[in-house]
């Protein structure tokens, strides 16, 4: 993701890879935060929003579930 974002940034500048521009000041220059920065921006906003759903709800009672056959993350 990283790659393919920063791609689209230096094709906007007009620079290319061989130019040997630093990712930050190209960024800088753009004036954008990071696609990964935003995308976790947005998952934080969803959980605070069904955190604060009662117990009952549907989307809560999922957190909860426990699949048979699965396996759980490294570190869970």
């Known amino acids: 993701m990283h790659v393919a974002e920063m791609r689209m940034l230096r094709w906007m500048c007009g620079h290319t890879r061989s130019d040997k521009i630093r ?3 190209i960024r800088e ?3 954008v935060a990071s696609v ?3 995308l976790r921006e947005a998952r934080l906003r969803w959980f605070e929003h ?3 759903r009662c117990a009952d709800a549907p989307v809560r009672r999922c957190e909860g579930l426990d ?3 699965t396996r759980r ?3 869970d």
């Open 23 to 25: 990712n930050e000041v």
């Open 29 to 31: 220059k753009v004036g």
């Open 36 to 38: 990964v920065d935003k």
């Open 50 to 52: 069904v955190k604060r």
């Open 67 to 69: 699949i048979e056959g």
């Open 73 to 75: 993350g490294r570190g």
